[in-house]
Each structure stands twice: as C-alpha cells, then as structure tokens.
C-alpha cells in the first residue's frame, strides 16, 4: 500500500487556468531535438515552485480532478477519488478543516516528499494531509 499528499478545496479557476499550475512544459533540461537548454530557459512548474522543488515533479506520482466551476457537497466529489483506501477519513479531514463543498482536488504520491508548508494554498487548495492509497 502507498500513500498519497492530498489537497482539497474551492477554485474559482477556469480549467485551463487550474491546469496550467502544473504545467512542466518549460521544465525540461533538453529541447525537443536533445540539446541541453539554457538555464534561463527552464522554468518549473507553480506546483513544484510551490513544493519548493529545485527540479520538475514526476507527473506519474500526480492525479488531478476538476468538477467544474460549481462547488459540490464534499463527499460527492471525493466519490471520485477511486485510489483513497479510506474517504470517509479524507473527508472527515476536509470537515474539520472547514471544506464542506469544494470543486477540486488534487494528489501527489511521492512518499519521500515532505510538503514543508501545509498551511500555504496549492492552485488555491488546502493541504488536507497524507493518506493511505489502494494502489
């Protein structure tokens, strides 16, 4: 069994918009053809900026769900979260956090990652904690 860094909450974002977050395209250290970019051309993601990393995040260890722009009751949109061995812990969580209805959410199931500023909004989300996958 894994675990996963879980963040829950409301955006007012357009998909777009919440997508380009994590968006590594100009993450890559070599272009299309193989040769090695420019540091100045390699910008990271806001995801991993946010994370602190110095490097791209592992898009494997990432799944991301966007409901819309209407919030919903929050264990409606955490039935979507299919790989979470126990949703009612993550939203028993989400409620004492104070997130009752929400429209995104977001996971990371890099284990040896340490999210240094769980207090701080990732793409407008909260950090809801570290739970345990099916997967």
Request: glycine share 4%; with cysteine; aromatic share 18%.
């Amino acid at each position: 069994m894994s675990k996963a860094h879980i963040w829950v909450g409301f955006t007012r974002k357009k998909q777009s918009e919440f997508d380009k977050y994590f968006d590594q395209s100009k993450a890559f250290l070599f272009d299309s053809t193989g040769k090695e970019k420019n540091p100045s051309e390699v910008e990271l993601s806001q995801f991993s900026k946010d994370l602190k990393k110095e490097y791209s995040f592992n898009e494997d260890f990432l799944f991301i769900y966007y409901a819309g722009e209407a919030p919903l009751e929050i264990g409606e949109l955490l039935a979507e979260m299919e790989d979470i061995s126990s949703p009612e812990i993550v939203k028993e969580a989400c409620i004492a956090t104070g997130i009752t209805e929400a429209n995104a959410f977001f996971f990371y199931t890099d284990t040896n990652m340490k999210v240094n500023e769980p207090e701080k909004k990732f793409n407008d989300l909260t950090y809801i904690g570290f739970f345990d996958t099916t997967f």
